[in-house]
């Protein structure tokens, strides 16, 4: 039986690319949501593990793709031997505003949005994946601050964590969005510090791993996320590339996701 009331899924004779189209209606959402799904063409294996890889502002489920062509680059990598099959759910935020920080806010629930709905959306309709699959979370600034909350919050869902260009407190979206600070959390409640989240969690945390651009606007607030966890000795991988918060960086190094996620399947 669906968890959903409703749910469309694109036609494989209209598909291209590998690419899936996933809508389903949440009461989380208290409306519709959409996942953009990569699946690879390898015959019928089963229980692939899966990614969900999270936008940052101003995207929506389209945007991994059409801006950096993430299954472009998965295909090839698994075509040349360079990672095993993996499924990639791209989820919208739930379309609030600029961002919704996948945050519990304004009567909606994008935290449960993304750790319930979308893992049972693509569980239910790719033929691939099931309930044995095993699931990470990536992403980008909002995303990345998405998946290191959500990683560390719920590790019993999501083996590892791979964060890029994040965002890592609540307090620093005023520098990408219009809404006013007072729709989102609390600044000062411990769930919107990616930091205090993984502090909550240090003795269950899943593997992880963040990089930033060097020339990016999130620098300090990421070397400082490192120094902290260094700091209370929890175990991570941090990397500084050349680059800034735009997405040739992110095309690039979402590899550096692919093959750490791939090391520990």
């Given at each position: 039986?669906?968890?959903?009331?409703?749910?469309?899924?694109?036609?494989?004779?209209?598909?291209s690319?590998?690419?899936?189209?996933?809508?389903?209606?949440?009461?989380?959402?208290?409306?519709?949501?959409?996942?953009?799904?990569f699946?690879?063409?390898?015959?019928?294996?089963?229980?692939?593990?899966?990614?969900?890889?999270?936008?940052?502002?101003?995207?929506?489920?389209?945007?991994?793709?059409?801006?950096?062509?993430?299954?472009?680059?998965?295909?090839?990598?698994?075509?040349?031997?360079?990672?095993?099959?993996?499924?990639?759910?791209?989820?919208?935020?739930?379309?609030?505003g600029?961002?919704?920080?996948?945050?519990?806010?304004?009567?909606?629930?994008?935290?449960?949005?993304?750790?319930?709905?979308?893992?049972?959306?693509v569980?239910?309709?790719?033929?691939?994946?099931?309930?044995?699959?095993?699931?990470?979370?990536?992403?980008?600034?909002?995303?990345?601050?998405?998946?290191?909350?959500?990683?560390?919050?719920?590790?019993?869902?999501?083996?590892?964590?791979?964060?890029?260009?994040s965002i890592?407190?609540?307090?620093?979206?005023?520098?990408?969005?219009?809404?006013?600070?007072?729709?989102?959390?609390?600044?000062?409640?411990?769930?919107?510090?990616?930091?205090?989240?993984?502090?909550?969690?240090?003795?269950?945390?899943?593997?992880?791993?963040?990089?930033?651009?060097?020339?990016?606007?999130?620098?300090?607030?990421?070397?400082?996320?490192?120094?902290?966890?260094?700091?209370?000795?929890?175990?991570?991988?941090?990397?500084?590339?050349?680059?800034?918060?735009?997405?040739?960086?992110?095309?690039?190094?979402?590899?550096?996701?692919?093959?750490?996620?791939?090391?520990?399947?």
């Amino acid at each position: 039986m669906s968890k959903f009331r409703t749910t469309e899924i694109s036609n494989p004779e209209f598909e291209s690319n590998n690419l899936r189209f996933i809508t389903v209606k949440t009461n989380n959402l208290k409306g519709r949501g959409d996942i953009c799904v990569f699946v690879p063409n390898v015959g019928n294996l089963k229980d692939l593990p899966v990614i969900i890889l999270l936008h940052g502002v101003y995207g929506s489920a389209w945007i991994w793709a059409h801006k950096a062509g993430v299954h472009f680059t998965a295909n090839k990598m698994i075509e040349e031997a360079n990672i095993s099959p993996f499924i990639i759910a791209m989820p919208s935020d739930g379309l609030w505003g600029d961002g919704s920080a996948y945050l519990p806010h304004n009567q909606k629930n994008f935290e449960k949005w993304i750790v319930d709905d979308v893992r049972h959306a693509v569980v239910e309709n790719i033929n691939s994946t099931s309930e044995k699959s095993t699931f990470f979370i990536s992403g980008l600034s909002m995303g990345g601050y998405g998946a290191l909350h959500l990683g560390a919050k719920y590790p019993s869902i999501f083996k590892a964590i791979s964060a890029h260009s994040s965002i890592t407190h609540i307090n620093q979206m005023p520098l990408f969005v219009e809404e006013p600070q007072e729709c989102y959390p609390d600044v000062h409640l411990d769930g919107v510090s990616a930091l205090k989240t993984i502090l909550n969690n240090k003795g269950n945390l899943p593997k992880l791993r963040f990089d930033c651009g060097k020339n990016d606007l999130l620098i300090e607030h990421n070397r400082t996320l490192h120094q902290e966890l260094t700091s209370h000795n929890i175990p991570h991988v941090y990397e500084e590339f050349e680059g800034a918060h735009e997405w040739e960086y992110w095309q690039e190094h979402i590899k550096d996701t692919l093959l750490f996620f791939n090391s520990l399947i």
